[in-house]
Each structure stands twice: as C-alpha cells, then as structure tokens.
C-alpha cells in the first residue's frame, strides 16, 4: 500500500481497562488472527506477562483493513503498561502518529494513564478516545467523557463507546484509526532512519529487533549500524509482524518490521536507538535515546552455595534479553556468594526474580531492595552506593545525597486524608492538590524513593480501596541526614539487614525491625539476641528465646496423611532459609524492613 494508506498507532490504558481485549477484537475484525489460532490476549505473549495480566514487553501487529473500498494497512504497535517501563512506552508512542486513549467507562481517568497521554502529546500524536466496557451496567460514557475532556483537555464529543468484551464498537474505532490518524511522512528518499521500539532475544537467531522506519528505505542484506552503540551488521532477515513474522525484501519510511543480523545482545540494540546505512549514515540520530539506569538494586544469594554458578550464567541469559538488568558478583560474611544487581524498579525486580526461578530453577534469597546514594566523602571523594552494607563508615562521610521522585497521586475525594497521611509519613514534601473533578483529586509530592520502594503501592492501593493510582518520576538527588542501622543477630552484624534510614527515623525502624525479625526468625534451640545498632551503639534489642523443635507433637492420634502435611510444611519452609552462623534466617526476614507499618 502506498505511504497515504498507513497508520500506526498504539493503545494508551490504564491497566485492566481493557487494552488486550480491544487488540485481541481488532486483530479478529480485520482477519489478521483467525479466531481459532488466538490464544487468550494474542499482544502479551509473555507467559509471566499473562498469569500477571501486565504487559510488560512490547509487540506489534500489522493489519489489513478495507476503508471505502481501499486496502489499508494498520499497525498496532502495544506499549507497556508500568511505570517501570516508561522509557520503553515513550519510545513506542515515537513510532507512531497516533493513539487509542481507552478508559473504562466504569472508571476513569487514572494517574498512569495520564502520564502516557501527556507523552503522546508531546509526540504530538493523534488521540482518539475510546470508552470502553460500556457493556457493564455502572458504565457513565457521559461522566468518564467528560473527565477526560476536563482533565486532558481532549475533545470527547466524537469519543467512541466500545465494548472490547462484546465486540461492540470495533469498525468505528477501526475507521477513526484510517480517518484521524494521519499517514507518515513519506521521506522514503532521505538516508535511512529507523527506531528501535523493542528488541529482545532468540537462542537460534541472535536478537530480533522491532523498528520503525522513520525515514528511507532498508532491504534485506543492508549492511547497518546502530547509532548510538555504532556497531554495524548485515541485515540477514527483514520482514513484517503480522503479527507473526514474515520475511519481507524492503521496508519503507513509515512502515513498522523487524530484523534480525546476528546481533549476540540486546544490549548493542538498545531500545531508542536509530537504525541507518553503513555507507549513508544519517546525519542525526532520531531523538529521545537514554541509557537505562537501575534505580533498585537488590542482592541474589542462593540458598544453596553450589547454585552460584548458575546463578551467574541464568543471569548472564536474562541480560542478553534485558538491557536494563545489570549484575556484578557480591560476596557477603553472611550470605556468601552472589550478585548485587540493579533494575529499573520493583516490578522489574519482581519479574526478573521470578523468571530466575522459574525457567533456570533456582532457589534464591532476595535481600532488601536499595536505592543508589551519593556518599560525599570527606577526602572530596563523591562515591555511589547500593549497598548499605558497604557504605562508607560514618568518620569518612561529609554528606549522603539519596533520589527524590515526583509522585501524582489520583484519588475519589473520600481518600484524600488516608494518602496525604501516606505520604507524609514517607517524608514527603507536599507540592500541590488539585480536584479534576468534582469527585477526584490530583494530589502531588515529592518524596525519596527510597520511602516509595517497598509497600508504598501497596498502602496507596489498601489506604484507597483500591480507588486511586499513581505515577512517579525522578526528579533529582538531594542530601538527606542519612545514618546507617546495623542488625545483629546472635552478636554478628549481617551485612544483608543493614539499611539507611532517615536519621529520625532510626530509633522507630530499629525497634519495629526487631521486633519483625524476632517474629519471623523460627525459635532455635537456643537464646538468640537480635539488635539494632547504629555504629557500636545498640539502640533496639531483642530476643528470641530458645525452644524444642518437635512439630510433630501438636499431630494427634496416628492420622498420618496429617503427620505428613506438617512435615512437608516444614521442609517447604525450609527451603527459604539461610544459616547465618548457627542461625536459620527465613526470605521474609530480609524484606522485613519494607513492611514495617
Ligand atoms: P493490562 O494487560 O494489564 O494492561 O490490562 P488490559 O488493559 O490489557 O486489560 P484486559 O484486556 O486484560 O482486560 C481486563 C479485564 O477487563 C479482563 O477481565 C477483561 O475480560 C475485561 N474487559 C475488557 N474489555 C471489557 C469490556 O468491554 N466489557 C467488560 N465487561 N469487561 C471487559
């Protein structure tokens, strides 16, 4: 099809407001999936992606679409649906003209939501809105249309009500796509530009890299170089999603493909960088590239010591496909060996534990999550840390600088209290509330992110009922009076349960801390103290007293299958611990510090 007969969008939705239900329709309507070769939720084809019902890597689709008797071609191209991600959303909204702005109609506007469609403005994308789950009997269109046009700013006259659950809706929205959307540029003449909106990686193939042509034109053998990483290759495969590949000889300036050119890594083709020709480079990169930077960083341990080995090499796989996970070895007195390793946020935490376990087998012990500090040492030193075990002693610091983000919280006006009172109590600095209408409230902070890693979604989620959202984002570091709080558990400092806490904070965190690990460290056979230390000062203390291990007093009788259950408890219970000295120290005690409250 001519460049005039393209579209490329993607979808902007709050998560569950039905963003994979409404592509699953569209990709049936326009005969791109049949309707018996469509798992559940075609877009996230990530297993984990689906039991979380998250999306967390991006897809794309083509389709083809009849408009007034011509062929048209759509490309969908989804977008990640966290906060963690939003570089990687920003980047996919870059390749498109247009967006979908779908909200339930049931619901609302939400903070996540608006933050993409801020973005996409800045894009200057097209925005279509869409209600959807008008099916539902508490649906009020009216209400949710006028939300968004008060808090956006977009006109919702011509808003389209759908049910992506009923199929109700779906050609309007497939023509406003071919109507409103306007077609790409046709700059098929200039040098080739490309932007990367995904990659990942293939054990046969190397890494397949999903782009969009900005401008020129690429073929199948083009010798290229990726901007920003200049490294060069020969594109040995290039072809169309429709959504699954399809090899194609040239791809022109406003079409979306793929690639693939034994690339060994992700990392060497990097989300946001610019696709060209060897031998005629693009004067300009296309803008908008950064660089991932691990805002979390936690230690990996593994249970069992002789599992380090595969430990690094599951790692070392994961990073081929995951250019933001970074990892260095770590070795802890208590611990042993493992990795320290960094991510994007917690949910990126969260997903990589969680594949490490699952596809590489591994039993893993997870310490506390930190953020990076910026430690201003007295000789004039500045020295980054994430790892409060190694922070430089308290003689040889002038200052500690720590990371502050913006956070927007939107909420029913009957939660406004409870999530001011989050907030503050996170040591946060209120900057502005606004009511965007007469119900919701959009309620702004600034506050460390390290009060934010850890249960602070959680306490938004239960402190609201459920009702409000948030986005966040990094403003900048900023000194804090920062102190170091040792745990010491039978007399020995364990370097995993150390944290940095806020100076006022220090007494209450250590008290709750112990009083946390005395619940949840089992009884051993003998007395153990647990005590919170601030250099050689104990300043909370604890202990657990001894006890005779014998479970299987509490069975009675001979009820056997009883009797087994109980062991098989036990040895489940087990499996998650660590021997610090004599001690067995269960996972949940190294995340204790998070849930404090
Ligand atoms: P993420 O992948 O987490 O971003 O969620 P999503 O926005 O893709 O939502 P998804 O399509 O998974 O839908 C969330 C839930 O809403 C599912 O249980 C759907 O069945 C349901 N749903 C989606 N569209 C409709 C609709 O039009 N009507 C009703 N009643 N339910 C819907």
Same mark, same amino acid.
């Given at each position: 099809?001519? %460049? ?54 991006? &897809? ?8 007034? #008797?011509?062929?048209?071609?759509? +490309?969908?191209? =989804? ?9 990687? $959303? ?5 390749? /498109? ?11 609302? $506007?939400?903070? &996540? ?15 279509? @809105?869409?209600? +959807?789950?008008?099916?539902?009997? *508490? ?29 109700? *809706? ?15 540029? =046709? ?34 053998? =083009? ?44 990392? =060497? ?27 979390? !960083?936690?230690?990996? !341990? ?16 994961? &990073?081929? +496909? ?20 960094? !991510? ?16 590489? +087998?591994?039993?893993?012990?997870? %310490?506390?999550?930190? $953020?990076?500090?910026?430690?201003? /040492?007295? #000789? ?7 790892? @409060? ?21 939107? %909420? ?15 040591? *946060? ?5 606004? !009511? ?16 934010? $890693? ?80 601030? *250099? ?50 269960? &996972? ?10």
């Amino acid at each position: 099809v001519p %460049t005039s007969n393209i579209r490329n969008f993607c979808i902007i939705a709050h998560i569950d407001h039905g963003k994979s239900t409404l592509a699953d329709k569209l990709l049936q309507m326009t005969g791109t999936v049949q309707r018996r070769e469509m798992k559940e939720q075609f877009l996230d084809n990530m297993d984990l992606e689906r039991e979380r019902g998250i999306t967390i890597k991006l &897809q794309a689709a083509r389709m083809r679409f009849i408009y007034e #008797n011509k062929p048209y071609c759509l +490309n969908l191209i =989804d977008t990640p649906g966290h906060v963690d991600f939003s570089y990687e $959303v920003s980047r996919s909204l870059a390749a /498109c003209e247009g967006a979908l702005l779908v909200v339930d109609a049931s619901q609302g $506007v939400e903070a &996540q939501t608006l933050a993409n469609v801020y973005l996409a403005l800045e894009n200057n994308l097209e925005i279509i @809105p869409v209600l +959807n789950k008008i099916d539902l009997p *508490g649906a009020e269109p009216s209400r949710v249309s006028q939300e968004i046009e008060e808090v956006v700013g977009l006109d919702c006259s011509n808003a389209i009500h759908c049910s992506a659950k009923e199929g109700i *809706g779906i050609s309007e929205i497939l023509s406003a796509i071919v109507q409103r959307i306007p077609p790409p540029l =046709d700059t098929a003449e200039r040098p080739l530009r490309a932007l990367i909106f995904d990659s990942y990686y293939d054990a046969y193939r190397g890494v397949i890299v999903y782009f969009r042509v900005i401008d020129g034109t690429i073929k199948k053998g =083009d010798r290229i170089v990726f901007m920003a990483s200049d490294k060069d290759y020969f594109a040995d495969e290039i072809g169309v999603l429709s959504p699954s590949q399809l090899q194609a000889d040239e791809l022109y300036a406003g079409e979306v493909g793929y690639l693939s050119a034994s690339i060994r890594s992700v990392a =060497d083709a990097r989300v946001g960088d610019t696709i060209t020709h060897y031998s005629r480079r693009a004067e300009q990169s296309l803008p908008g590239y950064k660089q991932a930077t691990p805002m979390v !960083f936690c230690g990996l !341990f593994p249970v069992d010591a002789d599992q380090f080995p595969e430990l690094r090499d599951a790692l070392e796989k994961l &990073q081929l +496909n995951d250019a933001a996970l970074e990892f260095e070895a770590e070795s802890s007195s208590a611990m042993g060996f493992g990795f320290r390793c960094g !991510f994007l946020g917690l949910l990126h935490m969260e997903i990589v534990q969680e594949r490490l376990e699952r596809e590489y +087998n591994l039993t893993l012990i997870t %310490t506390a999550p930190s $953020v990076v500090y910026r430690v201003n /040492c007295i #000789n004039g030193d500045t020295v980054e840390c994430s790892n @409060p075990s190694v922070l430089p002693e308290a003689g040889k610091r002038r200052s500690i600088e720590e990371p502050f983000v913006k956070i927007e919280m939107l %909420t029913p006006k009957d939660y406004i209290g409870p999530l001011m009172e989050l907030a503050q109590s996170r040591r *946060g600095e209120f900057k502005e509330m606004k !009511f965007i209408t007469e119900n919701r409230a959009s309620i702004t902070y600034i506050l460390p992110l390290a009060e934010m $890693v850890g249960d602070f979604f959680d306490q938004l989620k239960s402190r609201s009922k459920g009702y409000a959202s948030m986005d966040y984002s990094f403003v900048g570091y900023n000194e804090s009076d920062l102190i170091k709080l040792d745990i010491l558990i039978n007399g020995d400092i364990v370097d995993p349960l150390a944290t940095i806490v806020h100076k006022e904070k220090a007494y209450t965190v250590g008290r709750a801390l112990t009083q946390k690990l005395k619940e949840l460290i089992p009884r051993q056979l003998f007395k153990v103290p647990i005590q919170a230390s601030i *250099g050689a000062k104990v300043i909370a203390s604890e202990a657990l007293s001894a006890m005779r291990k014998d479970v299987l007093a509490k069975c009675y009788g001979g009820d056997i299958t009883r009797k087994k259950k109980l062991l098989k408890k036990q040895a489940e219970g087990k499996k998650r611990m660590k021997a610090i000295g004599k001690v067995d120290v269960p &996972q949940e005690a190294f995340m204790a510090v998070l849930k404090l409250e």
